[in-house]
């Protein structure tokens, strides 16, 4: 591949090279409708291996295929695909750091609460993705971009084999320290697949070093094949009983003591996060996302729609006394509790005693900005609050604010009811 550095590919400015591979290049560039920097995969189409050739073809139709249509806060965008007289490339968002390869290491290595969390999005990011009949093939550190300020996400779906097509699943597909047994069989494949390869992830970024490392790609095989791997544990000292039994659930040979579903394991990583050292004041989306799943709030909300809540809500404990919102004030929050108990007042009087669940402040979102506060509310526990700005739910997603709306009325609904029953019991 040349090592020239174009100045332009199709309409957008290239800035310099980001990386590159056997059969592709991958360039910062900047977009100049979209006025935002992306990444664009420069594929190699001079190839005198066929068999390198053949494979260009398939993965550059996979990622094609895919522009537009993997929207999810932890995948990385494909908004385009070109393939003309002069390029073959992709056009994807622009995901600034490096890949998780650099945190692979034992000298680089992330505290375990964030393991853990980067493991949970991956999770939730591959199970968007086998909805809508994806697996990915070749999930790997190399292949999640990121940095541990702004997060990570999957990217490089060029290997992905999809249930909704008519390919023909290519043998070969895939990192050999990451595939899963059944890959290395050339067996047919299931999500499992990829469930494998997280766990290996998972287990690499603990401990800064692989499961299994021959000396040969047979050795290699062998050990996936038919050697347990150690446990985390064995290379790290001080890690969780949990973690060791998540990972190598996650990495078992047969499958059917492998994680069944995606959600099984979030779920497993979610409950993790309230054993592992995690400052409460500083949760991690995967506690945030287990804690709202468990709330009446947003029992109906969809996935996709918790995830852009988490990216709009300011989380904070606060201890027993501490006045959250005061009669009188203006505001312009309302709040929903994670946990603990506050109490509503007017004045000198107890209105109601609210608890994991219940929103309070919801009133001036449908008032007037300078509305202001008619009750007090008060902290009488420790308690988790989660404050939602008014502007920032204006300015979301449609299908958000329609199902905060639903939620809204649905509590209206429940307090009428309550309200009724307690003048019916009065007369």
């Given at each position: 591949?040349?090592?020239?550095?174009?100045?332009?590919?199709?309409?957008?400015?290239?800035?310099?090279?980001?990386?590159?591979?056997?059969?592709?290049?991958?360039?910062?560039?900047?977009?100049?409708?979209?006025?935002?920097?992306?990444?664009?995969?420069?594929?190699?189409?001079?190839?005198?291996?066929?068999?390198?050739?053949?494979?260009?073809?398939?993965?550059?139709?996979?990622?094609?295929?895919?522009?537009?249509?993997?929207?999810?806060?932890?995948?990385?965008?494909?908004?385009?695909?070109?393939?003309?007289?002069?390029?073959?490339?992709?056009?994807?968002?622009?995901?600034?750091?490096?890949?998780?390869?650099?945190?692979?290491?034992?000298?680089?290595?992330?505290?375990?609460?964030?393991?853990?969390?980067?493991?949970?999005?991956?999770?939730?990011?591959?199970?968007?993705?086998?909805?809508?009949?994806?697996?990915?093939?070749?999930?790997?550190?190399?292949?999640?971009?990121?940095?541990?300020?702004?997060?990570?996400?999957?990217?490089?779906?060029?290997?992905?084999?999809?249930?909704?097509?008519?390919?023909?699943?290519?043998?070969?597909?895939?990192?050999?320290?990451?595939?899963?047994?059944?890959?290395?069989?050339?067996?047919?494949?299931?999500?499992?697949?990829?469930?494998?390869?997280?766990?290996?992830?998972?287990?690499?970024?603990?401990?800064?070093?692989?499961?299994?490392?021959?000396?040969?790609?047979?050795?290699?095989?062998?050990?996936?094949?038919?050697?347990?791997?150690?446990?985390?544990?064995?290379?790290?000292?001080?890690?969780?009983?949990?973690?060791?039994?998540?990972?190598?659930?996650?990495?078992?040979?047969?499958?059917?003591?492998?994680?069944?579903?995606?959600?099984?394991?979030?779920?497993?990583?979610?409950?993790?996060?309230?054993?592992?050292?995690?400052?409460?004041?500083?949760?991690?989306?995967?506690?945030?996302?287990?804690?709202?799943?468990?709330?009446?709030?947003?029992?109906?909300?969809?996935?996709?729609?918790?995830?852009?809540?988490?990216?709009?809500?300011?989380?904070?404990?606060?201890?027993?006394?501490?006045?959250?919102?005061?009669?009188?004030?203006?505001?312009?929050?309302?709040?929903?509790?994670?946990?603990?108990?506050?109490?509503?007042?007017?004045?000198?009087?107890?209105?109601?005693?609210?608890?994991?669940?219940?929103?309070?402040?919801?009133?001036?979102?449908?008032?007037?900005?300078?509305?202001?506060?008619?009750?007090?509310?008060?902290?009488?526990?420790?308690?988790?609050?989660?404050?939602?700005?008014?502007?920032?739910?204006?300015?979301?997603?449609?299908a958000l604010q329609v199902q905060v709306n639903r939620a809204?009325?649905?509590?209206?609904?429940?307090?009428?009811?309550?309200?009724?029953?307690?003048?019916?019991?009065?007369?």
């Amino acid at each position: 591949m040349s090592a020239e550095l174009p100045r332009k590919i199709g309409k957008y400015r290239v800035l310099r090279e980001l990386g590159r591979g056997a059969t592709s290049r991958v360039l910062l560039a900047t977009d100049p409708f979209g006025n935002r920097e992306v990444a664009i995969k420069l594929f190699e189409r001079s190839s005198s291996d066929e068999r390198i050739a053949r494979r260009f073809r398939s993965m550059y139709l996979n990622e094609a295929m895919l522009a537009g249509k993997l929207s999810h806060p932890y995948i990385a965008s494909i908004y385009d695909a070109v393939d003309d007289e002069d390029a073959s490339y992709i056009v994807m968002e622009y995901v600034p750091g490096q890949t998780l390869e650099y945190y692979a290491n034992v000298a680089t290595l992330l505290p375990v609460p964030q393991v853990v969390e980067v493991v949970f999005k991956c999770a939730q990011a591959l199970w968007f993705a086998q909805q809508r009949g994806l697996i990915h093939r070749d999930i790997k550190p190399a292949n999640i971009l990121g940095n541990p300020d702004d997060g990570f996400k999957v990217s490089d779906f060029g290997s992905a084999l999809s249930a909704t097509s008519d390919q023909t699943q290519i043998s070969g597909i895939g990192s050999p320290a990451f595939m899963s047994p059944e890959q290395v069989r050339d067996e047919p494949l299931t999500h499992q697949t990829d469930i494998y390869s997280l766990g290996v992830v998972m287990y690499q970024l603990l401990t800064g070093r692989l499961p299994f490392a021959g000396s040969s790609h047979a050795s290699l095989a062998y050990q996936i094949l038919n050697i347990d791997a150690p446990p985390p544990s064995d290379a790290r000292e001080g890690l969780p009983e949990d973690i060791d039994a998540i990972v190598l659930r996650a990495m078992a040979k047969d499958r059917t003591r492998r994680y069944a579903t995606w959600q099984d394991f979030a779920d497993d990583l979610s409950r993790l996060t309230g054993t592992i050292s995690v400052p409460q004041e500083d949760l991690n989306d995967a506690a945030k996302f287990a804690r709202v799943r468990e709330l009446l709030f947003f029992d109906q909300f969809a996935e996709v729609e918790i995830w852009e809540m988490l990216r709009v809500t300011r989380w904070r404990w606060v201890m027993p006394g501490t006045t959250l919102i005061r009669e009188g004030e203006q505001g312009d929050s309302f709040y929903v509790l994670a946990d603990g108990e506050v109490r509503v007042s007017r004045g000198e009087t107890t209105l109601n005693i609210l608890r994991a669940g219940d929103c309070f402040g919801e009133m001036l979102y449908f008032n007037a900005p300078v509305a202001r506060r008619t009750t007090t509310i008060t902290a009488l526990q420790p308690s988790l609050v989660v404050e939602i700005k008014a502007a920032a739910l204006n300015a979301a997603s449609a299908a958000l604010q329609v199902q905060v709306n639903r939620a809204f009325l649905r509590i209206l609904l429940d307090r009428l009811t309550l309200a009724n029953a307690r003048l019916s019991s009065a007369a």
